[in-house]
């Protein structure tokens, strides 16, 4: 898409520190991190959402975004990583090209996500979204 910032990133045309690159994906750092070695990975190809993605390009992604994780790990010495990946603006989404957030945390990195858990009403209402979300796979 030529308005997309990651299709110009993957073109050529927006510099980025680039990790690592192949014929089907590109990792490159994230130039507002939320701990120093935040990186995005993303299919050079433009998709958007997740859920339109083909299966066998998210299955090539995911397999990058573990490398990264392992290469993380390895070289920066972090104690575990984030694995992020937000569909659509409420959800935090701000550039519309799928893409994968592998964030290094280490202990003490000061790093907290604020994370207001809720309750169901009660079991009957768990039960009737989980029964509503299961009818609507499709094989």
Known sequence: MSDCIFCKIVAGEIPCTRVYEDDQTLVFMDIGPIIKGHMLVIPKQH????????????????????????????????????????????????????????????????????????KYDDMQEMKQLAEAVASALTP
């Open 47 to 118: 998709h958007d959402p997740i859920t339109e993605t083909p299966d066998d390009v998210l299955g090539h992604l995911i397999a990058v975004v573990k490398k990264i994780a392992a290469a993380q790990k390895k070289a920066l010495k972090c104690d575990g990583c984030n694995i992020i990946q937000n569909n659509g603006v409420c959800s935090g989404q701000a550039v519309p090209h799928l893409h994968f957030h592998v964030i290094p945390r280490f202990e003490k990195d000061g790093h907290t996500w604020n994370w207001a858990a809720k």
